[in-house]
């Protein structure tokens, strides 16, 4: 199984960002994406979570700004980031498993892991 993480950059607050995790090797019709991020010195956060067939989750931080999405013809998986923040800056990573469960939220509960991109938000 292997994520490419892509889209990250330079923003000004206020702006938007689209992040893509590009997925192959599991069955991306089924497995559920979720994005988390991390900060020097800090652990890995949740952000958002998405599986087929369940309404999206996300962390109260990002609410109302993120939106997760997917193209299972491309087994893409899509982080759109509306509204940017200087606190959004982070690494942002994308992580899947083969289903879903209700631990989501928790790093611990992937095994598919990205290797990150950098998102930074200027003030």
């Known amino acids: 199984v292997q994520l490419q993480a892509s889209g990250g950059g330079l923003v000004q607050a206020g702006g938007s960002l689209r992040l893509s995790c590009a997925a192959s090797?599991?069955?991306?019709?089924?497995?559920?994406m979720a994005w988390f991020r991390q900060t020097p010195g800090k652990e890995r956060e949740f952000v958002a979570a998405g599986g087929i067939g369940r309404s999206p989750r996300y962390a109260d931080a990002v609410k109302g700004r993120f939106i997760v999405s997917r193209d299972s013809d491309k087994n893409t998986a899509f982080l759109q980031m509306n509204s940017l923040k200087p606190e959004d800056t982070a690494i942002y990573y994308c992580?899947?498993?083969?289903?879903?469960?209700?631990?989501?939220?928790?790093?611990?509960?992937?095994?598919?892991w990205g290797q990150g991109t950098l998102v930074t938000v200027s003030s």
């Open positions: 992580a899947s498993r083969r289903w879903w469960i209700t631990t989501y939220h928790e790093p611990q509960s992937y095994g598919y």
């Open positions: 090797g599991l069955t991306f019709g089924v497995s559920p």
